[in-house]
């Protein structure tokens, strides 16, 4: 079964460095997504992206962060500055369709950001 | 912007039992609303889905049910077992994104 990857798995870092996590989808979808998990809290929406643009982004994902496509496989996402509450689990996800169309969203298996 | 709401957060049942996990939602344009299990070091991975036009769907030992006027929706999972021990997470579409619950921490016992 075709499945979301995502690289590293895990990424330490120092504050205030750029970090750039990859994500590569399955290949016929056309949404992407990124969701942050804190250590035992809530799955958060970060940003949805199509068409190469950014559809629908929340108040989590301000001008930090940002999204690529950079070529017809890759995914990614940059955190310019990090900053110590950055450090999470970082999901990478993709649909056939939008969400309220009735398309799942498929995950990856996540990287996990430390800020040290 | 869509709010959900998931109860309860730990749930420990015997194995062989029943285990059941609550959601609600604020938007009432949801129109579809997929349960993910998240294992340990893993992304979430989709284990059953309900449409707005439905009210109930199974499949095998897991079902889930959906009150559009209520605007809550539920899970059920019979007959558990150890490997049903997971973090699951009920969500809602919302125009171009998908809002989750805190999520449920399941331990099933032997």
């Known amino acids: 079964e075709p499945e979301v990857t995502q690289t590293p798995s895990h990424q330490v870092t120092q504050m205030g460095q750029e970090v750039i996590l990859r994500c590569v989808p399955i290949s016929n979808h056309l949404y992407f997504y990124w969701y942050r998990q804190i250590l035992g809290q809530k799955v958060e929406f970060l940003v949805s992206?199509?068409?190469?643009?950014?559809?629908?982004k929340s108040e989590i994902f301000d001008d930090q962060f940002s999204v690529e496509r950079p070529d017809g496989s890759n995914f990614t996402l940059k955190i310019r500055s990090t900053k110590l509450e950055d450090s999470a689990m970082y999901f990478c996800?993709?649909?056939?369709?939008?969400?309220?169309?009735?398309?799942?969203?498929?995950f990856g298996n996540g990287t996990r950001l430390t800020v040290t | 912007g869509e709010n959900v709401e998931q109860h309860p957060s730990t749930l420990s049942v015997q194995e062989g039992d029943s285990a059941v996990i609550k959601c609600t939602y604020s938007?009432?344009?949801?129109?579809?609303f997929p349960w993910y299990k998240q294992e340990l070091g893993k992304g979430p991975q989709l284990i059953i889905d309900i449409r707005s036009n439905v009210g109930e769907k199974k499949d095998q030992r897991i079902a889930v049910t959906l009150n559009k006027t209520a605007k809550h929706f539920s899970l059920h999972i019979t007959e558990t077992q150890p490997e049903d021990s997971a973090v699951y997470f009920c969500?809602?579409?919302?125009?171009?994104?998908?809002?989750f619950g805190a999520g449920t921490r399941l331990t099933v016992k032997p």
């Open positions: 938007d009432s344009a949801s129109n579809y």
């Open positions: 969500a809602a579409a919302w125009v171009r994104d998908m809002r």
């Open positions: 992206f199509y068409n190469n643009e950014i559809s629908e």
């Open positions: 996800a993709s649909s056939e369709g939008w969400p309220d169309n009735n398309s799942p969203l498929h």
